[in-house]
DNA sequence: TAGCACACGTGATCC
DNA sequence: TGGATCACGTGTGCT
């Protein structure tokens, strides 16, 4: 039992290339089918090897479309090393890992905040919408407890900075990285958002 | 020409059950091989047949990495909807594109904030590492040009901030969303700054 | 029942 | 050359 036909089947060079002049064949194949009749209902013995022939489009149509799925997470992942299948699917997994660390990573570093001596949703209202948030900033299964100080008109005066960085991020949303004096503080809340800064400070 | 032999195989009822089933198979797979002989090198010919047993071992591990691969896959990918080989890399790739959007997004309100007012690296020197950003912040092509702003040891006095939310993302990283009165402001630099909070500030 | 999803063996290609 | 990869048709189980 060999292959039924293989006609003027011509090998490329590599599965992306062939995939890609794999559609043109399908068409081809149902023109030849229609043609000549292989496989017909109307045909002798038409029931079992009408299934038979079904099952091979399926089939068929079920390789493509794994074949292009995977195409597709190859355009997505950046960094690709080598075309193979196995090792598409391997950079794609390393590179959702490294997301997933750095997500964990800032999750471990919010829990240990949250442990410290901070007082959570002091504030009591919460501007942001979860969805808008950058993704590495949401948890994938709760919700965020975020930290929020709110001080009611109190003032942070006489703040030394002596370094600032700020990119916008949308949403009322500032990313700001500061170095500031230990030393010349008045507000107690400022104290603890302006310590952790300290901690990893190269001005002391 | 049918399989060579299907004794004694037992299906399950679905391919990751298969695939764990599959580790054990291939051993007494091998087994069986050793012992019947089937497939040896000192059998008659010889060398036709014995690249061809190769060929099958080598296609049997070369489908077992692949859906092992497969499974990692979606073992890394939240809210996987189906357990189709199709839909697992389909829903990998919707997940790995959410995580593009996200940060184009950034990227693309980090652009609209250089073609405004701002100067860019007015400091002039770098702390961070590029490579210890989270990803989302960083670019994949080239570098990014990190908004700078250098005091140089000048002081931003009598700020009125009316809220405050400080997480603390490491490499001497806050995120701080802040929100502060449109008056008051005695630095200059410090307006630059602050000007982009007040532009979506529900205070003004 | 028909249809879908899978693993398997096999021949061909490329390096 | 041989080892690795691929597409294909086929048999089978599950729904």
Redesign the interface.
Known sequence: ??PIENIGEEYQNYWETKMFLQNEELDSWAIDEAFSGYYDSSSPDGAASSAASKNIVSERN?RK??NE??F??RA???NISKMD??SI??D??D??????D?ER??QA??T??ESGKMKKNQ?GFD?YDHQEL????RS?KKKID??????????????????????????????????CNKENRHDGETLR?LR??GT???YS
Chains 1, 2 share one sequence.
């Open positions: 039992m060999e079920r479309k794994l799925r995977l597709a997470l997505v992942v950046p299948k196995a699917i391997k794609a997994i590179y959702i890992q490294e997301l997933h750095q990573k800032i570093e919010l240990e905040l504030g501007v950058p993704v590495l900033l994938k975020y930290q929020f100080y709110d001080f009611g008109g109190s003032k942070i005066s006489a703040i030394e900075l002596l370094e600032l960085r700020v990119n916008y991020m949308g949403e009322n949303t500032l990313l700001v990285s500061l170095t958002g952790i800064s990893q400070n190269y």
